[in-house]
T-cell receptor, first 117, second 109 residues
Framework: DTAVSQTPKYLVTQMGNDKSIKCEQNLGHDTMYWYKQDSKKFLKIMFSYNNKELIINETVPNRFSPKSPDKAHLNLHINSLELGDSAVYFC????????????????FGPGTRLLVL | SQQGEEDPQALSIQEGENATMNCSYKTSINNLQWYRQNSGRGLVHLIL?????REKHSGRLRVTLDTSKKSSSLLITASRAADTASYFCATLGYSTLTFGKGTMLLVSP
């Protein structure tokens, strides 16, 4: 009965590789997000999707490409991984308003700990 | 630029004591939210206070909001060891929820 789930939980990979992180929510929410939390615990939004449409795309290298096959899933593909990509990536969802404008709380997944060697 | 700034960065108290964390922000907001993050886990929503509200309670939590000073406080009363976690404030502007760096709370038995 997990609300927001992410896979994998841990990801250790070499520089230059391509990897994907998957996220699924069973809350029936319209809007999903990807956040990056660095080693100092600073949490920064990367992307937001509302009903499969990209709403927010913060300043993120184009090596990061989100994909939303349906409104319950938001996957994150990362090309040519770099050392600085090491972080914890959180998926979240919320019941968005018009065009994904957030009005209420967000529900977070458990995070994917990415380590690039 | 970062919106919310929590203060203090770390707080260590004994069980039964109250814990107060503060958050300051820079621009106008729709609402302000507090989240808790246990070590190695995702964030869990605690409480939301709207820009037209001044105070809100939820169990042992009390949140205040002063929009004139652009600040908020989270009070946890009668703290327990299980309250040990990082606490983040997050401000909602038009379309983005922006998080601060958090306050790390340690409650010792």
């Amino acid at each position: 009965d997990t609300a927001v789930s992410q896979t994998p939980k841990y990801l250790v990979t070499q520089m230059g590789n391509d990897k994907s992180i998957k996220c699924e929510q069973n809350l029936g929410h319209d809007t999903m997000y990807w956040y990056k939390q660095d080693s100092k615990k600073f949490l920064k939004i990367m992307f937001s999707y509302n009903n499969k449409e990209l709403i927010i795309n913060e300043t993120v290298p184009n090596r990061f490409s989100p994909k939303s096959p349906d409104k319950a899933h938001l996957n994150l593909h990362i090309n040519s991984l770099e050392l600085g990509d090491s972080a914890v990536y959180f998926c979240a969802s919320s019941q968005g308003g018009v065009r994904g404008v957030i009005r209420e709380t967000q529900y977070f997944g458990p995070g994917t700990r990415l380590l690039v060697l | 630029s970062q919106q919310g700034e929590e203060d203090p960065q770390a707080l260590s108290i004994q069980e039964g004591e109250n814990a107060t964390m503060n958050c300051s922000y820079k621009t106008s907001i729709n609402n302000l939210q507090w989240y808790r993050q246990n070590s190695g886990r995702g964030l869990v929503h605690l409480i939301l206070i709207r820009s037209n509200e001044r105070e809100k309670h939820s169990g042992r939590l009390r949140v205040t909001l002063d929009t004139s000073k652009k600040s908020s406080s989270l009070l946890i009363t009668a703290s327990r060891a299980a309250d040990t976690a990082s606490y983040f404030c997050a401000t909602l502007g038009y379309s983005t929820l922006t998080f601060g760096k958090g306050t790390m709370l340690l409650v010792s038995p």
